[in-house]
């Protein structure tokens, strides 16, 4: 797509200088960065960054799940721990 | 006054029996169809707007997403026709009741997550963590976009039900206060005429808008997911 010549709101001969125009290709350039595994490439991590970290698309997943796992974890534990305390005798 | 307010939201019954269906499925008797390759200039008409549509909302799919173009261009003919006729005096909409819009809402969200999750699921499972988040940040920003996603379709239908029962509603009460003030004051009741004539042109926009808004919705989270 031409984006130069893509907005009907560009005067003739301001193109380049349109603020629309460069809105929407800083907008695609972005996406273009953001979009997936071809763009993991990019990043060269180390270490237990390289399994979770919020740049690639398996580090972003290992965070989610990392946290789905850490209160799915906090809930049983709250919930087992409630099982186990005996209740209150009378005196 | 208090009753005849939400009076017109009530779903009609004729004895006994529910009219409910009857007025959701009338709006499919007004887009005729043809087995004709050559049509009459109404269906051409329809036939032309039908693909105008088409075209602008699906040329941002890829050919998975384009599967959904007949569920998509249905909904936008339903949600478009239905809010129209609902603008005729004395009518019953059904997109006033969150019950219909929730079952159009859920299911189609659901469908479009459902197709991401199945078809790809890290960058599906990758969506809820935005791209060069600070560390400290994680946990709190992935609850923050779990709780985001499935508010998607409540927003979705309590868009719809909102924007379409409150012009309604505006439109009932500027009516009654026109009526109101024609024994007291002639030209205030004709500024409160005016004011309500341009009301019922909003609402015409609405109407169209908030079919478009829904669909396009509907459209962008299939974007997401296929």
């Known amino acids: 797509m031409d984006l130069d010549h893509a907005s009907p709101l560009c005067g003739a001969g301001m193109e380049s200088d349109c603020l629309l125009v460069r809105a929407h290709r800083e907008a695609f350039a972005l996406i273009e960065i953001m979009a997936g595994p071809e763009a993991d490439a990019q990043f060269h991590f180390t270490g237990i960054k390289k399994y979770f970290n919020s740049y690639t698309l398996t580090g972003r997943m290992n965070c989610v799940l990392a946290t789905y796992g850490s209160i799915a974890l906090i809930v049983l534990y709250f919930k087992l721990r409630s099982k186990k305390t005996p209740a209150v005798k009378a005196t | ?226």
């Open chain 2, 1 to 226: 006054m208090n009753e005849n307010l939400f009076a017109s939201f009530i779903t009609p019954m004729m004895f006994g029996l529910p009219l409910v269906t009857l007025i959701v499925l009338f709006p499919s008797l007004l887009f005729p169809t043809s087995n004709r390759l050559v049509n009459n200039r109404l269906i051409s008409l329809q036939q032309w707007m039908l693909q105008l549509v088409s075209k602008q909302m699906m040329s941002i799919h890829n050919t998975k997403g384009q599967t959904w173009a007949l569920m998509l261009m249905s909904l936008i003919l339903f949600i478009g026709s239905t809010n129209l006729l609902g603008l005729l005096p004395h009518s019953f909409t059904p997109t006033t009741q969150l019950s219909m819009n929730l079952g159009m809402a859920i299911p189609l969200w659901a469908g479009a997550v459902i197709t991401g999750f199945r078809n790809k699921t890290t960058a599906s499972l990758a969506h809820f963590l935005p791209q060069g988040t600070p560390t400290p940040l994680i946990p709190m920003l992935v609850i923050i976009e779990t709780i985001s996603l499935f508010i998607q379709p409540v927003a979705l239908a309590v868009r719809l039900t909102a924007n379409i029962t409150a012009g309604h509603l505006l439109i009932h009460l500027i009516g009654g206060a026109t009526l109101a003030l024609m024994s007291i004051n002639t030209t205030t009741a004709l500024i409160t005429f005016i004011i309500l004539i341009l009301l019922t042109v909003l609402e015409f926009a609405v109407a169209m808008i908030q079919a478009y808004v829904f669909t396009l919705l509907v459209s962008l989270y299939l974007h997401d997911n296929t």
